[in-house]
């Protein structure tokens, strides 16, 4: 067991289920986020329910989610790199793979950067601060431009990740053939069109709608 988690298959294996894991939290995110569409009391309806003890238990597991993703994705780019040291002609590159597949550890890096951002605007007041209502907090942050800008970008870099990152997920784990991972390319780029759009709504919704 242990050879087969310091192996490279391994390390893809790990990679790649902690990466579905983290579209399933993604999955519940966007849709407690969308509340804020239906207005105050619905969004903070949302986030007492993430609240729940259960729900709570779930917060370790993510985060470890997380830095297992981090660190595996990193331990094999450099493994990648080391193999291949000296970087191949852009002959026919763009035809063999696409533009997210040749960029998936620069596009983690930058959500990564984000979601720095982000739990230092969102989730730390929520934790450790007294917030009399979540939803006006929400609201005024999505409500500034330059925030919004980046917010609006980062979805689509996450899109981008996922539309490689999901069918590349379940190659790794063997669930793929010549039949199937075409299936899973479209389902890819559904959830892909879907965490971009659906998250770049919000703040397009504030800029416009919020006073």
Not at 106 to 117: N, R, Y
Not at 144 to 164: K, N, R
Not at 167 to 190: C, H, M, P
Request: aromatic share 18%; net charge positive.
């Amino acid at each position: 067991m242990s050879n087969f988690l310091s192996s490279s298959i391994g390390k893809k294996v790990i990679m790649s289920l902690s990466g579905l894991f983290l579209i399933l939290f993604l999955c519940v995110h966007l849709s407690v986020n969308l509340l804020l569409l239906f207005g105050e009391e619905a969004f903070n309806a949302g986030c007492e329910f993430m609240e729940l003890p259960f729900i709570k238990v779930i917060e370790p597991v993510l985060a470890l989610g997380f830095i297992i993703h981090i660190i595996w994705a990193s331990i094999l780019t450099i493994q990648n790199q080391k193999a291949r040291p000296q970087k191949y002609a852009l002959r026919n590159q763009s035809k063999n793979c696409t533009w997210p597949s040749r960029n998936m550890y620069i596009l983690g890096a930058l959500v990564l950067a984000f979601l720095a951002l982000h739990i230092c605007n969102f989730w730390y007041y929520f934790k450790f601060s007294e917030v009399s209502s979540q939803y006006e907090l929400v609201s005024k942050t999505l409500m500034q431009p330059v925030y919004a800008v980046i917010y609006i970008i980062a979805a689509i870099l996450l899109g981008l990740h996922i539309s490689h990152g999901f069918w590349s997920a379940f190659q790794s784990i063997g669930f793929s053939n010549d039949i199937w991972r075409k299936r899973l390319e479209y389902v890819a780029y559904f959830f892909a069109i879907v965490f971009a759009v659906g998250f770049s709504i919000l703040p397009i919704y504030f800029l416009i709608f919020g006073k």
